[in-house]
């Protein structure tokens, strides 16, 4: 039996991974537990890819052999914006982090911190979560408090409006920090489950980002919630 979504679709999943064995036991995996895997093994491969059909969910490394994986997380969110993107990557520096992050990535986990059940963790993604390392959430806010303290940095941009995002907005905002689904931040605000995505289109219309990550982000940094 496949896996489905909301919609009652077949979850497909682009896996993208040079290394053999990991990508075969990555598919492995994903296949058992009912997911349609198609698997590229460089930036090429993974073009050609798309150019078949909007995958569901991307899982990419970062490290390609003949590219950058932001260079395809950039493509793909711009292609396929419903499309949920995950980084799989030994990469955990700054860089790479925040750039996959501003992107488009929804998840990001280190490999050396992966997950025993990959199957879970990408139905997580697809219902809303944002699976991200522990040591990568941690060092997120750490960069963001020390951006916050010290007063010789200079100023992220113009201050954001805070006035424009109302309450309900402030209160989803966190639901999706807290990594809850759409249904569950409905029922815990008493929403019906339909109004959700409406909220937060306006959130990313206000705070003019794209992504959850994005999202989070920008709220953690322009001190709107506190994780």
């Known amino acids: 039996m496949s896996e489905q979504d909301e919609m009652g679709e077949a979850i497909t999943i682009l896996l993208v991974e040079d290394d053999a064995p990991t990508c075969w036991r990555l598919q492995d995996a994903l296949v058992k537990a009912g997911y349609e895997v198609r698997s590229?093994?460089?930036l090429g491969e993974a073009r050609q890819a798309l150019n078949g059909g909007?995958?569901?969910v991307l899982l990419t490394d970062l490290r390609l052999p003949d590219g950058h994986?932001?260079?395809l997380i950039r493509e793909t969110r711009r292609r396929f914006p419903d499309?949920?993107?995950?980084v799989i990557s030994a990469l955990g520096d700054e860089e790479s982090v925040i750039s996959a992050i501003t992107v488009g990535a929804t998840g990001y986990l280190l490999k050396d911190a992966f997950p025993t059940d990959i199957a879970t963790t990408v139905r997580d993604l697809v219902a809303g979560h944002s699976p991200i390392s522990a040591s990568i959430a941690r060092f997120i806010v750490r960069r963001t408090q020390g951006a916050a303290q010290n007063p010789a940095d200079p100023p992220p941009g113009p201050a954001l409006n805070t006035a424009r995002l109302t309450p309900r907005e402030i209160d989803i905002l966190w639901g999706i920090a807290k990594g809850f689904s759409y249904a569950e931040i409905a029922?815990?605000?008493g929403l019906s489950r339909q109004t959700v995505p409406g909220h937060i289109k306006n959130i990313y219309r206000k705070l003019e980002v794209h992504t959850r990550s994005e999202a989070v982000f920008e709220a953690v940094q322009q001190g709107l919630i506190r994780l």
Do not use: V
């Open 187 to 189: 029922s815990h605000l």
């Open 83 to 86: 499309t949920e993107i995950m």
């Open 69 to 71: 994986g932001i260079e």
């Open 54 to 56: 909007a995958p569901r």
């Open 40 to 42: 590229a093994g460089t």
